[in-house]
C-alpha cells in the first residue's frame, strides 16, 4: 500500500511541480514563486493586489507560456501512450507511430490540407495516419502473423513513401507556407495557442481515457491472441480498437505541433524500466512521463540558447541512441 501511494504521488506531483517551473522559466523574462502565485491569484479573482503588477508578463503567462506548456504536456502524453499500445498491440518493443508510418502518413496528410485546404488539418492527418498504418500492416501481413523484421521494413518504406509525398507538396509550396511546412515538421511548439489547446484536447482526451479503459486487456494482447481468446476477448477487434485510437491521437498531435521522432518509442521502454511491464501502471505512467519527459525538453529548448530549436531535433538525438541501446538491451533477432 505505502508503495501504491509513492508511485501515485510520483506521477502526479512530478508533472505537476514541472508545470510550475515551467511558467516561472523563459526566454523572456524568469519570475520566482511569489510572483507567479500573485499573478495566479489575479487572475483567479483571489487577490486585488496589483502592486508591482505588470500586463506584459502576465499576457506572456496566459497567452504565451499556459497554452504551450498545455500542448506540449498532452502531446507527450498522447505519443507516449499511443506507442505504449503499439508495442502491446503488435508485441513489439520497437515499435511506435513513426516506425508504423503514422507520423509521415499524419504529416503527409496535415501538410495537404495547409497547401489545398479542402478540409480540416486534424481530420485530414487522421486520415493519412490510417491510410499509412494500414498499408505498414497489410505489407507486413504473412502467414497470420507479422515478423519484426517485416513490420520494421514495411514501416520504412510507407515512411519513406509518404515523406516524398511530402517534399512533393514543399516543392509546390510558396515560401511562405513552405517556411511552415518546414518548421512544422521538425516539431513545432512556439506557435503554441489556445486555439490549438481547443482543437487538439478533445480527440486526445478521448484517445486516452479509452486506452485507459481497456488497459488491462493490453496484458492480455501482450500474452499473444490464443491466450486473449481463451479469457473471452476479441483479439481482433481490440486491436482495430486500440489501434484506431493511438493513430488519432497521435495524428491530432502531429496536426498541433509537428512531428515529434521516436518520442513514443523511448518513453514506454522508461515506464517499464520504472514500473514494470503491468499495463495497469504504465497506462498512467506513460502520459505521467510522456507528458513530464517533453515539457522537460521543450523548457531546455526554449531557455538554453537565445535562439528557440525545434524540439524535434532534441527529441531525435535523445530518440536514437536510446533505440540503438534498446535494440542491443533486448537482442533483437533480425532474423525471426
Same mark, same amino acid.
Given at each position: 500500500? +505505502?508503495?501504491?501511494? =509513492?508511485?501515485?504521488?510520483?506521477?502526479?506531483?512530478?508533472?505537476?511541480?514541472?508545470?510550475?517551473?515551467? #511558467?516561472?522559466?523563459?526566454?523572456?523574462?524568469?519570475?520566482?514563486?511569489?510572483?507567479?502565485?500573485?499573478?495566479?491569484?489575479?487572475? &483567479?479573482?483571489?487577490?486585488? @493586489? =496589483?502592486?508591482?503588477?505588470?500586463?506584459?508578463?502576465?499576457?506572456?503567462?496566459?497567452?504565451?507560456?499556459?497554452?504551450?506548456?498545455?500542448?506540449?504536456?498532452?502531446?507527450?502524453?498522447?505519443?507516449?501512450?499511443?506507442?505504449?499500445?503499439?508495442?502491446?498491440? &503488435?508485441?513489439?518493443?520497437?515499435? @511506435?507511430?513513426?516506425?508504423?508510418?503514422?507520423?509521415?502518413?499524419?504529416?503527409?496528410?496535415?501538410?495537404?490540407?495547409?497547401?489545398?485546404?479542402?478540409?480540416?488539418?486534424?481530420?485530414?492527418?487522421?486520415?493519412?495516419?490510417?491510410?499509412?498504418?494500414?498499408?505498414?500492416?497489410?505489407?507486413?501481413?504473412?502467414?497470420?502473423?507479422?515478423?519484426?523484421?517485416?513490420?520494421?521494413?514495411?514501416?520504412?518504406?510507407?515512411?519513406?513513401? &509518404?515523406?516524398?509525398?511530402?517534399?512533393?507538396?514543399?516543392?509546390?509550396? $510558396?515560401?511562405?507556407?513552405?517556411?511552415?511546412?518546414?518548421?512544422? +515538421?521538425?516539431?513545432?511548439?512556439?506557435?503554441?495557442?489556445?486555439? =490549438?489547446?481547443?482543437?487538439?484536447? &478533445?480527440?486526445?482526451?478521448?484517445?486516452?481515457?479509452?486506452?485507459?479503459?481497456?488497459?488491462? =486487456?493490453?496484458?492480455?494482447?501482450?500474452?499473444? @491472441?490464443?491466450?486473449?481468446?481463451?479469457?473471452?476477448?476479441?483479439?481482433?477487434?481490440?486491436?482495430?480498437? #486500440?489501434?484506431?485510437?493511438?493513430?488519432?491521437?497521435?495524428?491530432?498531435?502531429? *496536426?498541433?505541433?509537428?512531428?515529434?521522432?521516436?518520442?513514443?518509442?523511448?518513453?514506454?521502454?522508461?515506464?517499464?524500466?520504472?514500473?514494470?511491464?503491468?499495463?495497469?501502471? +504504465?497506462?498512467?505512467?506513460?502520459?505521467?512521463?510522456?507528458?513530464?519527459?517533453? #515539457?522537460?525538453? $521543450? $523548457?531546455?529548448?526554449?531557455?538554453?540558447?537565445?535562439?528557440?530549436?525545434?524540439?524535434?531535433?532534441? +527529441?531525435?538525438?535523445?530518440? *536514437?541512441?536510446?533505440?540503438?541501446?534498446?535494440?542491443?538491451?533486448?537482442?533483437?533477432?533480425?532474423?525471426?
Amino acid at each position: 500500500m +505505502t508503495q501504491h501511494i =509513492k508511485t501515485w504521488s510520483l506521477l502526479i506531483l512530478l508533472p505537476m511541480l514541472l508545470i510550475i517551473v515551467s #511558467l516561472m522559466i523563459g526566454s523572456s523574462q524568469n519570475i520566482g514563486f511569489g510572483e507567479l502565485f500573485h499573478h495566479i491569484a489575479l487572475e &483567479f479573482g483571489l487577490s486585488e @493586489d =496589483k502592486a508591482g503588477f505588470q500586463e506584459s508578463l502576465h499576457t506572456i503567462l496566459w497567452q504565451v507560456r499556459l497554452p504551450r506548456i498545455i500542448l506540449t504536456f498532452l502531446v507527450g502524453a498522447s505519443l507516449a501512450s499511443s506507442g505504449g499500445v503499439l508495442q502491446a498491440v &503488435f508485441r513489439n518493443p520497437i515499435v @511506435d507511430p513513426f516506425t508504423l508510418g503514422i507520423s509521415s502518413g499524419s504529416a503527409f496528410g496535415a501538410a495537404l490540407a495547409m497547401l489545398f485546404p479542402i478540409m480540416a488539418v486534424n481530420i485530414s492527418a487522421f486520415i493519412f495516419g490510417v491510410i499509412a498504418v494500414v498499408i505498414t500492416y497489410a505489407v507486413s501481413y504473412a502467414g497470420a502473423k507479422t515478423s519484426i523484421v517485416s513490420m520494421v521494413l514495411a514501416g520504412m518504406i510507407v515512411s519513406g513513401v &509518404f515523406t516524398a509525398f511530402l517534399t512533393v507538396l514543399q516543392y509546390l509550396s $510558396d515560401p511562405y507556407r513552405l517556411q511552415a511546412i518546414v518548421q512544422w +515538421t521538425m516539431g513545432n511548439l512556439h506557435t503554441a495557442s489556445w486555439q =490549438k489547446v481547443h482543437t487538439a484536447v &478533445f480527440p486526445i482526451l478521448i484517445g486516452l481515457l479509452v486506452i485507459v479503459i481497456l488497459r488491462w =486487456k493490453l496484458n492480455l494482447l501482450a500474452l499473444g @491472441d490464443h491466450e486473449a481468446m481463451a479469457v473471452g476477448v476479441n483479439p481482433l477487434w481490440l486491436k482495430l480498437i #486500440l489501434m484506431a485510437v493511438a493513430t488519432m491521437v497521435t495524428a491530432s498531435s502531429v *496536426a498541433a505541433v509537428g512531428v515529434i521522432s521516436l518520442f513514443g518509442l523511448i518513453v514506454p521502454h522508461i515506464s517499464r524500466m520504472i514500473f514494470g511491464p503491468n499495463n495497469h501502471i +504504465t497506462v498512467w505512467a506513460n502520459i505521467s512521463i510522456g507528458g513530464t519527459f517533453l #515539457l522537460l525538453i $521543450d $523548457d531546455f529548448s526554449r531557455t538554453v540558447m537565445p535562439f528557440e530549436i525545434p524540439i524535434g531535433v532534441f +527529441t531525435m538525438i535523445i530518440g *536514437a541512441p536510446v533505440f540503438i541501446y534498446l535494440m542491443r538491451r533486448n537482442a533483437i533477432n533480425w532474423n525471426s
